[in-house]
């Protein structure tokens, strides 16, 4: 994504990418829509 960094929002992408496997299965068990979460986690990083 261009970033210098690696922060938090980072991070939960990489969660999110995991789905069900490994720890994203903690956020669909707490009723996280997925695809939302990672469309407000990209729009926050790209602007």
Known sequence: MGACYVGTEHLLLG???EGRESDGH???ALGVDIHN???TVVGVLCG
């Open 26 to 28: 903690i956020l669909l």
């Open 37 to 39: 979460a990672r469309r």
């Open 15 to 17: 969660i999110i990418a």
